[in-house]
T-cell receptor, first 112, second 110 residues
Framework: DGGITQSPKYLFRKEGQNVTLSCEQN?????MYWYRQDPGQGLRLIYY???????QKGDIAEGYSVSREKKESFPLTVTSAQKNPTAFYLC???????????FGSGTRLTVV | GQQVMQIPQYQHVQEGEDFTTYCNSS?????IQWYKQRPGGHPVFLIQ?????EVKKQKRLTFQFGEAKKNSSLHITATQTTDVGTYFC??????????FGKGTKLSVKP
């Protein structure tokens, strides 16, 4: 079955460290997205990519970086510049603009 | 920037009662999508509305898109405990990336 896989499910990071969250899809979707979810805040867009080797900043891109070297993969790096990284991170993909998103099961990041 | 406001933030109902969540925007929405997120889970796509005044049904769920394409609603008839979760609306936006409302968290008392 096709789907979108995020790993790890839980991640603990020490202050000052960079960490990379994995997102892989086998749906042959062109577009991929990263959202951050905090309690009471809904989902906020970090980065998105409509095509390989191209990506754009979302509303809260500061302290994050991404790459899109392959259609299937869209990893997110949470850098030490992100002041409040503890959150639930959701990766999503869609066929093209205007179609419904398929979400991964998320990565819960905690700074210790 | 573009925002979608969703109300209420929380709704507690007795099983069997109806439930409605509303999504409003100050500007015209490109299209509206609805998602459901179960506790501890991830959002799951429910439906997309595109046309002005559109109404779509999925079993006990009824989705409406306003005539001016500035508001939308999700109505659940005779709620069940399986309906528990947070319901999000999202605007399709001009560049394809969704702008989500903050969601309505539904709890159902058996």
């Amino acid at each position: 079955d096709g789907g979108i896989t995020q790993s790890p499910k839980y991640l603990f990071r020490k202050e000052g460290q960079n960490v990379t969250l994995s997102c892989e899809q086998n749906l042959n979707h062109d577009a991929m997205y990263w959202y951050r979810q905090d309690p009471g805040q809904g989902l906020r867009l970090i980065y998105y990519s409509q095509i390989v080797n191209d990506f754009q900043k979302g509303d809260i891109a500061e302290g994050y970086s991404v790459s899109r070297e392959k259609k299937e993969s869209f990893p997110l790096t949470v850098t030490s510049a992100q002041k409040n990284p503890t959150a639930f991170y959701l990766c999503a993909s869609s066929r093209t603009q205007g179609h419904g998103y398929t979400f991964g099961s998320g990565t819960r990041l905690t700074v210790v | 920037g573009q925002q979608v406001m969703q109300i209420p933030q929380y709704q507690h109902v007795q099983e069997g009662e109806d439930f409605t969540t509303y999504c409003n925007s100050s500007t015209t929405l490109s299209n509206i999508q609805w998602y459901k997120q179960r506790p501890g889970g991830h959002p799951v796509f429910l439906i997309q509305l595109v046309k002005s005044g559109e109404v779509k049904k999925q079993k006990r769920l009824t989705f409406q898109f306003g005539e001016a394409k500035k508001n939308s609603s999700l109505h659940i008839t005779a709620t069940q405990t399986t309906d528990v979760g947070t319901y999000f609306c999202a605007d399709g936006g001009s560049q394809g990336n969704l702008i989500f409302g903050k969601g309505t968290k539904l709890s159902v008392k058996p």
